[in-house]
């Protein structure tokens, strides 16, 4: 069984531009997750997807991040413009079912801000 | 105060020793989640539990719901057990910091 795809694995950009980040969950799996994780920390939440609806974007700073799952198959992070203390590590996941399940992780995408 | 803590931050062990990591929370969950991070790699699962000991070869993993409280266990640690472990208390989808282990042969 494929696991969770995501790419770029790597992405040095300038303060101010823009980046986006692709995952595909496994086959089969309705609920995706996208995650911050920065250098010495666990991985924050930033969004939840269940199928292509939105359960959870509490977290989300939506003046500059966004994500869509419009199939509800694969998903896009962007973040328009990148600030500096957005350098960290974005991983996707996803699970079966809903919240409570286990959860895949993909290898992340590693996003350094210059 | 962190919804998660984990304990030790840091660890750093010879080869064959017996390691324990502890997580506290204080989020109401159903089930608990045990990741495993490598240097620059992704994120494994370890273990998800609910209730009780689960173990898989040298790793042991123990929860108690009432009391808010697990532990990982790594029986005979080897170098290539160094990696952050990482609690996530399912449901609440929080993680703690990570526990980073080193283990020198």
């Known amino acids: 069984e494929a696991g969770v795809a995501q790419s770029p694995r790597y992405k040095i950009i300038e303060k101010r531009q823009s980046v986006a980040f692709w995952c595909n969950p496994i086959?089969?799996?309705?609920?995706l997750y996208w995650y911050q994780q920065i250098l010495g920390q666990g991985p924050k939440l930033l969004i939840q997807?269940?199928?292509?609806?939105?359960?959870?974007d509490s977290q989300l700073p939506k003046d500059r991040f966004s994500a869509e799952r419009l199939k509800g198959v694969d998903s896009t992070l962007k973040i328009q413009p990148a600030k500096l203390e957005d350098s960290a590590v974005y991983l996707c996941?996803?699970?079966?079912?809903?919240?409570?399940?286990?959860?895949?992780f993909g290898p992340g995408t590693r996003l350094l801000v210059l | 105060k962190n919804e998660v803590e984990q304990s030790p931050q840091n660890l750093t062990a010879q080869e064959g020793e017996f390691i324990t990591i502890n997580c506290s929370y204080s989020?109401?969950?159903?089930?608990l989640h045990w990741l495993q991070q490598h240097p620059g790699g992704g994120i494994v699962s370890l273990f998800m539990?609910?209730?009780g000991k689960k173990k898989h070869g040298r790793l042991i993993a123990t929860i108690n719901i009432q009391e808010k409280h697990s532990s990982l266990h790594i029986t005979a640690s080897h170098p290539r057990d160094s990696a952050v472990y990482i609690c996530?208390?399912?449901?609440?989808?929080?993680f703690g910091k990570g526990t980073t282990l080193s283990v020198s042969s």
């Open positions: 996941a996803s699970s079966f079912l809903a919240t409570g399940e286990t959860q895949y």
């Open positions: 996530a208390p399912l449901a609440a989808l929080i």
């Open positions: 989020v109401g969950i159903s089930a």
């Open positions: 539990l609910s209730s």
């Open positions: 997807f269940q199928n292509n609806g939105v359960v959870d």
């Open positions: 086959s089969g799996h309705a609920t």
